[in-house]
């Protein structure tokens, strides 16, 4: 597999002992049917990706950086709301009563951020849990 590395940018006050940033090509060339496709659906997606990315958890067991997760208490039961719920809670209705704004970035954008929510998470698919006594 070949690995596309981008280099540092050198910015004042950046760290030089960072390593670059590597991309596998495999990665970067499967996005770019959905560029081919719609440069717009392919923007979003990488937007709402990158910023789910950046305001979510790094691992499952972490806080999250800038709100607590919504979690219930229901009888001895936990419902634990995930991101990429949120994100298809708005996109079904918004794609069947068409209220979304600049339609085809919205997908994109709610399409990211629910990839990142299933893709990055091992526990994607645990919204109902027995409460731990």
């Not at 760290?15 to 499967?30: D, E, F, Q, R």
């Not at 298809?88 to 629910?114: D, K, R, T, W």
Request: aromatic fraction near 16%; hydrophobic fraction near 45%; glycine fraction near 10%.
């Amino acid at each position: 597999m070949a690995i596309i590395e981008i280099s540092k940018i050198s910015v004042p006050g950046s760290n030089p002992g960072v390593p670059a940033m590597k991309i596998p090509k495999s990665k970067i060339l499967l996005t770019l049917p959905l560029a081919l496709f719609s440069l717009e659906i392919y923007l979003g997606a990488l937007s709402g990706y990158f910023l789910s990315k950046y305001l979510s958890a790094k691992e499952v067991s972490q806080k999250n950086r800038w709100w607590k997760s919504v979690v219930f208490g229901i009888g001895n039961y936990r419902l634990h709301l995930h991101h990429w719920l949120y994100g298809l809670a708005v996109l079904i209705p918004g794609l069947y009563y068409n209220f979304l704004p600049f339609p085809q970035l919205s997908c994109g954008f709610l399409g990211g951020a629910i990839f990142h929510g299933i893709y990055c998470y091992r526990d994607w698919y645990r919204i109902i849990t027995k409460q731990k006594k």
